[in-house]
């Protein structure tokens, strides 16, 4: 039985660094190739996607944002783990995950009201399916493991997609989730983007497992571990645990292997705990330029296309700063909306007060 738990010993990859597709050895099942149609789709979207996450970075820059997570190189995670789900499915994002959210389809000035100080979320959860972005470690889990159970209670074959960095792993919010989930068999997707570092802090000091996919087995969680800078790959797995969750099997646990090319975010200096090398030899893992020579060599990509592409993320790109560089106009009493469902006698009080206070000085 727990035999059924446990991971590939190595990452499934599907496309190696280089677009040429490797034979699969050694994986507890076999993966196949996705369509030409699916990566072009997810180079597309990798594409936007990084020309979003360059521009924030440079609005932090500017004063327009007071922080800015990047999740540059980690491109072929955040889009094709969210192009995998479908908009009945919810997706529970970490402060990380802006890019993913772009992806959903969210647009990018109300995905970046966080981050720029505007309100706790700049989007509606309800509608989007899309929980608010969660700056606590780990505490998402345990609302993607609830809302999972939820849509099984409701009897759909909706599923909840939750993201994960490699420190979080380290919270009891993890590990009260993934138990929850499996007892409960909620069909909740756990994704763990391990990018090597938890702000500062390398993987090698925060776990002796094999690899973080292996803290699956304790809980009777199914897991699998994946190339996270393969699109391919992040494709066919992530079928894989949606099959599983969809067909009333519970929960499942995914680890992604990736790398944060940048820094933590903008008030971090990543020179501080790692090497100049090894940020170039992840630089050569790009998953962009991974499919794109995949589907070049197959005829299903060529430069008029990748010219478009660029050129749609650039207009993107400037009609962002535009819109960024407009003064927004914040109301304060916003601050007790979407608090409660129905607001408390408490926060009733502290409106009031706030609204007094306002309307002296007028």
């Known amino acids: 039985m727990t035999a059924g738990l446990l991971p590939s010993p190595n990452p ?104 720029r100080g505007d309100s706790h979320c700049g989007y509606d959860p309800i509608a989007t399916r899309t929980a608010a972005q969660c700056t606590p470690l780990s505490t998402q889990l345990i609302h993607a493991a609830g809302a999972g159970y939820g849509e099984k209670r409701r009897g759909t074959d909706h599923v909840a997609l939750a993201f994960i960095g490699d420190g979080a792993t380290s919270e009891g919010d993890f590990h009260e989730a993934l138990n929850f989930a499996a007892v409960f068999e909620a069909p909740t997707i756990f994704f763990v983007q391990n990018n090597k570092y938890a702000i500062s802090v390398p993987l090698s000091k925060q776990t002796k497992a094999p690899s973080l996919a292996y803290k699956g087995i304790g809980y009777g969680v199914p897991a699998e571990q994946v190339d996270g800078n393969d699109p391919a790959a992040v494709l066919a797995v992530m079928d894989a645990a949606l099959e599983h969750c969809r067909s009333g099997k519970g929960p499942f646990l995914i680890e992604a292997h990736t790398y944060r090319l940048d820094a933590h975010t903008n008030a971090d200096d990543a020179t501080r705990y790692r090497s100049d090398d090894e940020v170039t030899a992840w630089l050569e893992r790009d998953p962009i330029a991974r499919v794109e020579a995949w589907l070049r060599a197959r005829g299903e990509l060529g430069d008029d296309i990748v010219a478009a592409t660029n050129a749609e993320a650039e207009a993107m790109a400037a009609q962002l700063r535009d819109r960024m560089n407009a003064d927004p106009s914040v109301d304060p009493m916003s601050l007790f909306d979407n608090v409660f469902a129905q607001r408390t006698p408490q926060l009733e009080e502290a409106r009031a007060m706030v609204a007094e206070e306002i309307q002296a000085e007028v």
């Not at 936007?48 to 997570?69: C, E, N, S």
């Not at 990047?70 to 009945?88: F, H, K, P, W, Y």
Request: net charge neutral.
């Open 12 to 115: 499934v990859q599907l496309i190696d660094p280089t677009g040429a597709e490797v034979e699969q050895a050694g994986t507890r099942r076999d993966y196949p190739v996705p369509s030409a149609a699916r990566l072009r789709e997810v180079w597309h979207a990798m594409v936007i996607g990084r020309r979003f996450d360059i521009q924030a970075t440079a609005l932090t820059k500017q004063g327009r944002l007071a922080v800015y997570p990047s999740s540059r190189g980690q491109e072929a995670c955040q889009v094709g783990a969210t192009l995998s789900i479908t908009g009945d499915d919810w997706l529970f994002p970490t402060y990380r995950e802006s890019m993913a959210l772009v992806t959903r389809g969210i647009d990018p000035v109300e995905v970046l009201s966080l981050l």
